[in-house]
């Protein structure tokens, strides 16, 4: 019979137990079913997301399209994950030879990460366009991004004029200002700008690149996710339309470090964060109520907005828009 005899006594005691061995075969009513994983796969192969991430195409059929994914997230990468093969990068140590601080964001506009990137220039070899990118660390969101054909300090005192106007940015305004140690970055002509916004300026520890996180992560997402480290630009005025156009879609898709939410969202309040978070948390409930036997911890995910935003730093420039102290939350 292939059963041992306790089963079979187990078996007259209870007739309706079911088979415990690990080698029978069982069917798996937690699964998504076969029509419901092709739906997935066709739902993120939609023309108006098929070239968007799989993070960013499922919020944004859950928040744009009148269709609901039939899954989590996790399970939407379960299913994709077996039609490529991934390559995981390896960590860098932790660099501790330097003492670090760090930056508390709980509001819009009260730090600012920056830098500068190049694109390459289809007409010379050796030229270049430089980026000049300043990014909200609270909301994400690219509050300026402007392209020159050099880098000078003069050029990021033009370029920082023009966003603090766009962006209401006062004396009153109480924004820090965090770049790496670039010649640019602590020039003469951007110091006396920041001196008149009373703008607090600081800098990345000295041989540490992980310092400006925020801008760095921003650049790799516009530079490869985006395609612009990809083409040759054969005048200023057509690559600075190329990032334009990359820099909105950057800000209209959903962001991993704040609930998936985009950060042009985050950046305009608070009400119309909580409100799309609460539409995909009932979407989530649906899908619980009609299959409550794949949610293994009897709950959805936590689609509570996200709290305050860390910049971790450790070297202060010797300026005078430095005498200002850093305020509790932020020391």
């Known amino acids: 019979m292939g059963l041992p005899d306790r089963s079979i006594r187990n078996l007259r005691v209870n007739q309706d137990c079911h088979d415990g061995r690990k080698t029978c075969q069982r069917k798996n009513v937690k699964s998504l079913t076969e029509d419901e994983k092709q739906q997935v796969i066709h739902l993120l192969n939609l023309p108006e997301v098929r070239d968007l991430s799989v993070r960013q195409a499922y919020f944004f059929i859950e928040d744009h399209t009148e269709h609901s994914m039939p ?58 366009y430089y980026v000049y990118c300043a990014l909200d660390i609270y909301s994400r969101k690219i509050v300026g991004c402007k392209v020159f054909e050099t880098q000078s300090g003069a050029n990021a005192a033009t370029f920082f004029k023009e966003v603090f106007e766009q962006n209401g940015i006062t004396t009153e305004t109480g924004l820090t200002l965090h770049a790496d140690n670039g010649t640019p970055m602590k020039s003469k002509e951007l110091q006396e700008l920041l001196e008149g916004y009373n703008v607090t300026k600081t800098h990345s520890r000295p041989s540490v690149s992980d310092d400006n996180a925020f801008s760095e992560s921003a650049f790799k997402t516009l530079k490869y996710s985006r395609g612009l480290g990809r083409k040759n630009y054969m005048a200023l005025e057509l690559c600075q339309a190329a990032v334009d156009k990359a820099v909105e879609k950057y800000n209209n898709s959903a962001h991993s470090g704040i609930k998936n939410v985009s950060p042009n969202i985050r950046h305009s309040g608070r009400e119309q964060e909580i409100e799309v978070l609460h539409r995909r948390e009932e979407k989530a409930t649906k899908r619980k109520e009609a299959h409550p036997e794949r949610f293994f911890s009897g709950k959805t995910a936590d689609y509570t907005p996200a709290g305050s935003a860390s910049l971790r730093f450790g070297y202060k420039s010797k300026s005078k828009s430095n005498d200002v102290p850093l305020a509790e939350s932020d020391s």
């Open 71 to 128: 899954c989590s997230l996790s399970t939407a990468y379960r299913i994709v994950k077996g039609m490529y093969v991934r390559r995981d990068g390896v960590k860098s140590p932790d660099i501790t030879s330097h003492p670090s601080k760090e930056h508390i964001a709980d509001r819009i506009n009260k730090v600012w990460s920056w830098d500068i990137t190049y694109l390459h220039d289809a007409n010379a070899n050796n030229k270049h």
